[in-house]
């Protein structure tokens, strides 16, 4: 009995030292473990709503853009400012005159051509937005749309301070295309008001592409309120480059937050900064096309305040509960004291035969409770090789997941992106770099597409243009595409960018006869409910037939990657013949197949 009261007071032990500490380690580390978890989703939910207010400030900008590009080229205004520059005598003393309202009626005459046309295009493009449309000629002569007081008292101010501006010396003197001025405001005219958004041009004259006066568009932060609704749980800023503040939230807003997450973070994320109670959780979201930056602060405590009252809690019924667990369990030891003899008596008979479970005892160490010790054990190191299996098992089916996850790629954004810059190459004039991204999102979108796998042969020959469009850009060698396809054959499904592959490889390496061109040609006919389709070219062919297996060099798929596809999918094989010096052909033989 004493032997049993020791194995009891060891099992308490056991029990305290086993259960309750990793216990409380355990659940320390799940709960940092979910208020990383809380950060993670709370910066990615901050990160959407600044996701959505960016791409409303881009179109906001892109409009102000559209705006003075529709001012700057509008023809009665340029012939207004080319006639103040060339007959400058016209526009002697209208300050004076302005400022005394002693305007002649030439004068009236002058403002109205000008004003009118800005009044029409505000109220026709940029009807929904608070903002200053000004015009300034090169005599100093200011023209805006307001016809208020208030507009009459900007014009005349703002007409004796415009000069002094830094928009204007970047227009003027650094050579700048487009002056972005943020925060702007009419502090020059001694004028108070509201803050605002400004970006000013210079205007041209067509016909002598000299300049002859700027357009500037003034959006009011009002603007930005309505951009920033939704933010109210967090402040929120946009800032410029170099740390300035355009627009913030009401609430305030910590630049000094901002700039050391700025120092911490290259690009988007998120990072703590502080501690205790000033702990802070910043976000960033760079407006790149503008190197702006738009920035959220949220309180750390707000992040995690329900983590904080939920892990007290937990804390609270732990201890409660593993209190309550001991003094049962030590019942429970005492209660099992009575029958553990017996137990002892039988433990020395266990014997668990096959994989290492059966257990030998020298005759000196053949007491009770050492049997039933080593018994345990060896159930136990069987156990552990059971969980390392399970456990190993499971980081495979992770690892599995991950790699599953890691080729879901949403190309919504790839598009998106894509789609601007061609926007951006169209408007500069790059119709040839518009036509590329144009091919490639085509192509990127099919590929990138898994809601279907096939695709008309019609279509397939288009990503085949727009693949070549791309490869003649590139190469500079103008590879001629040939078609021959049966009417018939149009409609059939084939396997999307089954096709492209075998194109590549024969513009890539087919050499052709002669200085000529090579010349990629396709056929297709549907006969007998089979569709047959050949890619020949034009080069000097080879000796023997290519290795289908050996992949393509430059895009690593190559005619293995065609050969696998169309075993699995349709049971066929890939056919290639190579005539010396009469090019290479490859046949492809599918069953008809219709949407």
């Given amino acids: 009995m004493k032997v049993l009261w020791r194995f009891q007071t060891r099992l308490l032990l056991i029990v305290v030292a086993a259960s309750f500490v990793p216990l409380l380690l355990l659940t320390h580390f799940m709960f940092d473990r979910l208020m990383v978890r809380i950060e993670e989703r709370t910066s990615a939910l901050v990160r959407d709503g600044l996701e959505r207010a960016r791409i409303q400030i881009e179109s906001l900008c892109l409009d102000m853009v559209k705006l003075t590009d529709i001012i700057r080229t509008d023809g009665e205004i340029q012939a207004v400012l080319a006639d103040a520059l060339d007959v400058p005598a016209s526009r002697a003393g209208f300050s004076t005159r302005l400022a005394e309202g002693h305007l002649t009626a030439r004068d009236y005459t002058i403002l109205s051509r000008v004003e009118n046309r800005i009044d029409f295009v505000k109220t026709t493009f940029f009807f929904n937005y608070d903002a200053d449309i000004l015009v300034f000629d090169e005599q100093g002569v200011v023209y805006n749309s307001s016809d208020n007081v208030e507009g009459y008292r900007l014009k005349l101010a703002y007409m004796a301070a415009y000069r002094g501006e830094s928009w204007y010396r970047r227009l003027t003197e650094g050579g700048e295309a487009v002056a972005w001025t943020a925060p702007f405001g009419y502090e020059a005219a001694r004028i108070d008001g509201p803050r605002f958004l400004s970006v000013a041009r210079t205007v041209e004259d067509p016909r002598t592409d000299r300049r002859v006066g700027f357009v500037m568009a003034n959006v009011s932060e009002a603007n930005f309120r309505r951009i920033f609704k939704g933010s109210d749980s967090a402040a929120t800023a946009l800032l410029t480059a170099s740390g300035g503040l355009v627009h913030m939230t009401e609430g305030g807003f910590d630049l000094s937050l901002a700039e050391q997450a700025r120092r911490r973070i290259r690009g988007s994320g998120y990072t703590l900064i502080g501690s205790g109670s000033r702990k802070s959780l910043v976000v960033l979201l760079p407006v790149a096309r503008f190197g702006w ?89 069987r156990i552990r090789e059971l969980a390392e299996e399970v456990v190993e098992e499971r980081n495979r089916e992770n690892r599995l997941r991950l790699e599953a996850l890691q080729a879901q790629i949403n190309p ?59 490869e003649n850009a590139r190469r500079g060698d103008g590879v001629r595409l040939v078609e021959d396809i049966g009417e018939s054959a149009l409609g059939c499904l084939i396997v999307k960018l089954l096709l492209q592959p075998i194109v590549e490889n024969a513009v890539r390496h087919a050499r052709p006869v002669g200085d000529g061109p090579t010349e990629v040609r396709i056929a297709a006919r549907l006969e007998d409910a089979v569709l047959t389709v050949t890619v020949s070219d034009n080069g000097v062919g080879s000796a023997g037939e290519p290795d289908p297996d050996r992949p393509d060099r430059g895009s690593g798929i190559g005619l293995s990657n065609v050969r696998e596809r169309l075993r699995l999918r349709y049971g066929t094989e890939l056919s290639i013949r190579c005539d010396g010096g009469r090019g290479t052909t490859v046949t492809v033989r599918i069953p008809e197949t219709r949407p």
Avoid: C
């Fill in 293 to 381: 930056v738009l920035a959220s602060i949220l309180p750390y405590a707000q992040v995690v305040q329900d983590v904080t009252v939920l892990r007290a809690q937990v804390y609270g019924i732990t201890a409660a509960g593993y209190a309550l667990i001991l003094v049962v369990t030590v019942l429970m030891v005492m209660q099992a004291s009575r029958p553990l003899r017996k137990l002892v008596e039988k433990a020395g008979g266990i014997r668990v035969a096959g994989r290492g479970l059966e257990v030998a005892l020298p005759p000196r160490e053949r007491t009770d409770l050492l049997a039933l010790s080593r018994t345990v054990e060896a159930l136990v190191d």
């Fill in 412 to 470: 919504h954004f790839l598009f998106n992106a894509l789609n601007a810059i061609k926007w951006t190459a169209h408007m500069s004039g790059a119709d040839n770099v518009t036509g590329m991204i144009s091919s490639l999102g085509a192509i990127l979108e099919a590929s990138m597409r898994l809601d279907r796998d096939e695709i008309t042969l019609e279509a397939e020959l288009a990503l085949l243009r727009d693949f070549l469009l791309i």
